[in-house]
C-alpha cells in the first residue's frame, strides 16, 4: 500500500478550521460511492467548496491511503458537531471501488499504526454510526452492502488480531473465575482469554437460583 500525503490547503477554513486536536478514538466511515477512489476523493474534499464543513483524516482504498488533514488538527467527520466525535478521533474513510478485501486490508494496516501512533486502544475504533447513528461504514454494517461476510465484527477481530501479531510485549498469565484458573496472554497491557475457555468456565461457576419474589438470582 502506498502511503501519501495530499493537505486539504490552510485556506480552506470550512474543511480544515485547523484547530488543534488530541486524537483519543479512530472513527471508521465507507464512502458511500461505489466508483470513487482514494484519489478521487482526496482531489474532491481539497478542491471543491473550501467553504464547508466536510472532511476527514484518512481515505483508503486496495491500492493507496492518502491523509489529507494532520492527525493533530480536527476534521469535520462525525456528524455530532463540537462533539467527540469531531474534536477528539481520526476519520478515516473506506472506499466501496477496487478489490474489497485488499481495501480492507489496507485500512487495518493504517488503523493498527494510527493506534500505534497515538496509543489508541481497540474499544475506542468505532464505526461512524456511534456518533450520530448514521448507517456508516455501510460495507460493513449494511447487509446489502457488505461482501463475503466482511461485517464490523470481521473488521474487529481482524484488527485485534493483527495487533497481536504486531505486539511487541507479550507474557503468559492466569485470570480467576471464581475457583478457577484459566490460562491468558498479557499483550501490550491488555489481557486476552481463549474465549471457548472463558465461557466453559463461566457456565461451570455460575449458581443459578429462583426465588419466587426476588426471580432469578444468578451468583458467581
Not at 486502544?121 to 446489502?144: E, F
Not at 426465588?211 to 438470582?217: F, L, M, P, Y
Request: aromatic fraction near 6%.
Amino acid at each position: 500500500m502506498e502511503i501519501k500525503t495530499q493537505l486539504i490547503s490552510k485556506s480552506a477554513k470550512g474543511r480544515r478550521p485547523q484547530i488543534p486536536m488530541q486524537a483519543e478514538w479512530i472513527t471508521i466511515h465507507s464512502t458511500a460511492n461505489p466508483r470513487s477512489t482514494a484519489q478521487n476523493e482526496a482531489d474532491n474534499v481539497r478542491n471543491n467548496n473550501p467553504d464547508a464543513k466536510i472532511s476527514f483524516h484518512w481515505v483508503v482504498d486496495d491500492k493507496e491511503a492518502i491523509n489529507v488533514i494532520p492527525e493533530n488538527e480536527i476534521a469535520w467527520h462525525a456528524g455530532d458537531g463540537n462533539g467527540a466525535g469531531n474534536m477528539s478521533s481520526i476519520g478515516v474513510e473506506i472506499c466501496e471501488s477496487g478489490d474489497r478485501i485488499q481495501a480492507l486490508l489496507n485500512t487495518i494496516r493504517l488503523v493498527i499504526d494510527i493506534q500505534n501512533r497515538h496509543n489508541i486502544p481497540i474499544n475506542k475504533v468505532v464505526q461512524h454510526n456511534y456518533w450520530n447513528g448514521k448507517d456508516c461504514p455501510r460495507i460493513l454494517r449494511n447487509s446489502a452492502y457488505i461482501k463475503n461476510d466482511m461485517n464490523w465484527g470481521w473488521f474487529i477481530v481482524s484488527l485485534e488480531q493483527q495487533n497481536i501479531n504486531t505486539a511487541q510485549n507479550i507474557k503468559d498469565t492466569k485470570v480467576t473465575i471464581g475457583n478457577s484458573v484459566i490460562n491468558a496472554r498479557l499483550i501490550d497491557g491488555v489481557t486476552y482469554v481463549p474465549i471457548r475457555e472463558f465461557v466453559d468456565t463461566l457456565k461451570s461457576e455460575l449458581e443459578v437460583t429462583w426465588d419466587k419474589i426476588k426471580g432469578a438470582e444468578i451468583k458467581l
